[in-house]
């Protein structure tokens, strides 16, 4: 006779049995599959991911590409960041690193509907993705069988209808011509997500940088003009194609600058990343326990910490665009617009967006120098109950960084071994424009010297943390090295360095009904 445990067992193998062998028919399922992971596997999402990989790009990969609960189709590039040869470079040098070489990469347009392409340099580098020693070689080559758009339909139009999502995180060309050439699309895809556009005029206090202007700094909204925001100046007429369609319209969700904002890659953020969050301070790893793909990813944010804060004055962290649009897919409930955590914040506001085409465009107008408004997002609430575009207000960052951090920690565990690839270079010198002015430098360099350990690195960065400050601070609320180190080695902890905006934002994190109060209202 069996008992009832050794009943229960059985049933369990014959569920796991039923589900491995389900799992076995889906390719896309990693080698390491054991129940836990067939089972999230099977309620994952299907994503395609159209992007134009630069550094907050890389993010947006790692998450869609190593994130159980995702099915990554398959990723179309665009120019943006740098033309699109270099942004194909670097979306198959980050999948390389990152161990998905099997998701297919096609390039899509290399310029935008009606206008001439623009790029940052200024923030991306000359490459699209500056500043990183340790980012493969691609071994695999871009498709070409068939072009972009009809690989994105193909691919997306395979699913079961309302399930699969389109996210976004360049310039709009390509989304706009596939859904120009397969308008039945629309309906049939689950969701679109799109990082791009600014609202500005207090739709959230998240600091979006100053602007020379006169004899002084002004507050701005956009990050490539005063008004626009650079995925959506690019293409203007392609963005204002999808936001006018009212289908995609109701299936769109928005990640503005505004939101973007609140979601900084601190110091103490890229330390998370780099030794991982729980890392106690009794285990005083060297770097030589920091696999390569920590450190891309680690010096993919130091360099762009130091381009933001150059061009934006944003020293507290370079704002982590990208990733958010593939996880507001993944996640919805850590996005909110009336009070943080309502299960339903997301569905409570919806917008209309319209694209400002008019208006001076190019080069001779970037990066502030302008008073066209070309390239604005304008946004309008509409009444309850109406369908439109999804515009979070809020985020849960803390969540999210771990979230980011756990596909690190997948990626480690699946690619073994080869997590530990070569470097680019031999010398492990940076390059001379990773000279930086706030502490990444020291941060970046120190990375590169296998034998130090975590205090001395921490010494000479001034990254000992100010364990008073840590729940206050707005990238990452937690509780990375929990021990009091910095009394232990009798140093000053580091000014954090926040916008006065910042600081009192998290001051109001600890008062709820503050915070409800303040993300209300367009
Ligand atoms: C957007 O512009 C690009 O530089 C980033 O990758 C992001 O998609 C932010 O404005
Ligand atoms: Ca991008």
């Known amino acids: 006779m069996m008992s009832n445990f050794q009943r229960r067992i059985a049933a369990d193998e014959l569920r ?18 054991d129940g836990q992971r067939v089972v999230e596997s099977l309620r994952s999402k299907s994503v395609w991911l159209d992007c134009d990989t630069g550094h907050d790009d890389a993010l947006a990969i790692l998450i869609a590409a190593r994130s159980p609960d995702l099915r990554l189709l398959g990723i179309s590039t ?17 999948l390389q690193a990152i161990g998905r070489t099997d998701v297919p990469v096609y390039p899509g347009a290399s310029g ?12 991306h580098g000359e490459t699209g993705l500056d500043g990183t020693t340790c980012l493969p070689k691609p071994t695999v080559e871009a498709k070409t069988d068939m072009s972009a758009i009809d690989a994105m339909y193909r691919a997306l139009s395979a699913q079961p209808a309302g399930t699969a999502w389109l996210v976004a995180v360049g310039t709009l060309t390509n989304v706009a011509k596939l859904f120009d050439k397969y308008p039945d699309l629309a309906e049939h895809i689950s969701g679109l997500s ?14 979006l940088g100053t602007i020379q202007a006169g ?15 650079f995925n959506i100046y690019c293409d203007p007429e392609a963005a204002q194609q999808i936001f ?36 106690q301070m009794h285990t005083e790893p060297t770097m030589n326990d920091v696999s390569a793909v920590r450190r891309l990813f680690f010096e993919i944010l130091t360099f762009f910490a130091k381009t933001y804060a150059e061009m934006f004055g944003l020293t507290a962290g370079p704002p982590t665009h990208d990733p958010l649009a593939v996880a507001v897919a993944l996640r919805p409930e850590l996005f909110y617009c009336n009070g943080r955590g309502s299960a339903d914040g997301l569905q409570n506001e ?4 319209d694209i400002i085409t008019e208006g001076e465009h190019g080069p001779a107008v970037e990066n502030g120098r302008t008073a066209s408004q070309c390239g604005r997002t304008v946004a309008n609430g509409l009444v309850a109950g109406t369908d439109g575009v999804r515009i979070p207000r809020g985020l849960d960052s803390k969540a999210l960084w771990a979230l980011l951090e756990g596909c ?36 970046a360099s120190l990375v590169h010297g296998s034998n130090v350990t975590l205090s001395q690195f921490e010494m000479s960065t001034g990254l000992l943390p100010d364990i008073a400050a840590i729940d206050k601070e707005p990238g990452y609320g937690g509780h990375f090295l929990e021990t009091n180190k910095e009394k232990q080695l009798g140093i000053t902890p580091r000014n954090l360095n926040l916008t006065r905006a910042q600081q009192s934002r998290a001051d109001e994190d600890e008062d709820e009904g503050k915070r409800t109060k303040r993300s209300r209202g367009l």
Not at 20 to 27: F, G, N, R, V
Not at 197 to 207: M, R, V
Not at 215 to 229: I, L, S
């Open 194 to 207: 799109v990082m791009g556009g600014c609202i500005g005029e207090g739709f959230t206090d998240a600091p």
């Open 408 to 443: 690190l920690s997948r990626t480690e565990r699946s690619m073994g071994e080869d997590a530990m690839f070569e470097r680019r270079d031999t010398g492990g010198a940076l390059p001379s424009q990773h000279a930086v002015d706030t502490g990444s430098e020291d941060m």
């Open 112 to 123: 935008p509907l009606e206008r001439e392409a623009c790029f940052a340099p200024g923030i």
């Open 350 to 353: 919806r917008f209309t967006i």
């Open 244 to 279: 006018s369609n009212p289908t995609l319209s109701r299936k769109a969700t928005l990640i503005p600058l505004d939101l973007t904002h609140q979601f900084l890659a601190t110091n103490r953020v890229q330390l998370g990343l780099l030794f991982g969050f729980d890392m």
């Open 78 to 94: 665009v120019y943006g960041n740098a033309p699109l040869e270099k942004t194909t470079y670097n979306t198959r040098a980050v």
């Open 16 to 33: 796991l049995g039923i589900l491995k062998h389900l799992a076995s028919l889906d390719m896309a399922f990693d080698q390491d599959i």
């Open 215 to 229: 004899d002084g700094a002004q507050d701005r909204c956009g990050n490539w003009t005063p008004f626009a925001e």
